[in-house]
């Protein structure tokens, strides 16, 4: 087509007026007002994320940071159990028996905690001639008679240690055999009147406490015949520090069944006794 032919044919358009109609600036006024609201909208939405987006962060720091601490304070727990769990199983108790070889009677019978926590050890001396329910060492009933005939009856201290748990009701872990004669030594009791009345009014307690050094204590559970641990040994010789006596005379009486001279300890003084003999060794 040439070009005079395309100037006639548009030509028209060059004497039109180009108008707008209200309704056209209505339409395009709403476009404009459309336009901005989601403009506005878009900057509401930007600064609403921009500021969440601080706060989510903070969020997930909280989060990431107590999951790395409970690992931390967990393992922490248990450590301090486990070392408390040592210091425990390193605590012991025990009997320690002074045996007699001529007569084969426990003449001594001296029941012992040992707290490694505090370095300590507590003693309770029981009575010769208490009234007891002697067990063997399997734990079966024999009869009753004087915890001194519990050594004879077995030849064994299983035996006395089974009876003395079964007495007190509380579980001993080792026994220690000591001869007689040492023990006496060490309390500087002299043979005759002055033993029989020792062992007959339980003086034990009293001379333990006034002529036993820990060093004597240590030699006398060193020179026994023991089913001690060496490591448990090794333990209690380097590290005890004090000796307590626990004594149970106020709950002991005196007694004559069938013409023969007991002692009886009080249920409740055995309860007693056994509770503080528990909490010594932290259970």
Excluded: C, W
Aim: aromatic share 6%.
């Amino acid at each position: 087509m040439k070009d005079k032919d395309k100037k006639q044919l548009f030509s028209y358009l060059d004497d039109e007026d180009l108008t707008f109609t209200k309704e056209d600036r209505v339409k395009t006024l709403n476009k404009i007002h459309k336009k901005e609201r989601e403009k506005q909208n878009n900057t509401s939405q930007s600064r609403r994320i921009n500021r969440i987006g601080p706060i989510l962060g903070s969020v997930v720091v909280i989060i990431l940071a107590i999951g790395l601490l409970i690992p931390t304070l967990y393992s922490q727990e248990r450590a301090d159990q486990q070392q408390a769990s040592q210091q425990n199983d390193l605590s012991f108790s025990a009997l320690l028996i002074g045996e007699n070889p001529a007569s084969h009677r426990s003449e001594f019978n001296i029941l012992m905690t040992y707290n490694n926590s505090d370095k300590s050890v507590n003693l309770v001396p029981i009575p010769r001639d208490a009234y007891v329910e002697i067990l063997n060492a399997e734990g079966d009933s024999l009869e009753k008679d004087k915890l001194t005939h519990a050594y004879a009856f077995s030849r064994s201290p299983e035996a006395v240690l089974t009876t003395v748990s079964h007495l007190f009701d509380f579980p001993i872990d080792y026994y220690s055999v000591i001869q007689t004669e040492e023990i006496k030594k060490t309390l500087g009791i002299s043979e005759g009147v002055e033993r029989e009345e020792v062992m007959k009014e339980d003086r034990v307690g009293k001379l333990i406490k006034e002529q036993v050094s820990i060093s004597q204590f240590k030699d006398l559970i060193n020179g026994s015949q023991s089913n001690f641990p060496p490591a448990t040994v090794n333990q209690f010789d380097n590290n005890l520090e004090s000796i307590q006596v626990i004594d149970m005379e106020e709950g002991i009486e005196e007694k004559i069944i069938n013409g023969i001279y007991y002692k009886k300890i009080n249920n409740s003084v055995l309860k007693e006794t056994s509770q503080k003999l528990m909490q010594h060794l932290g259970e």
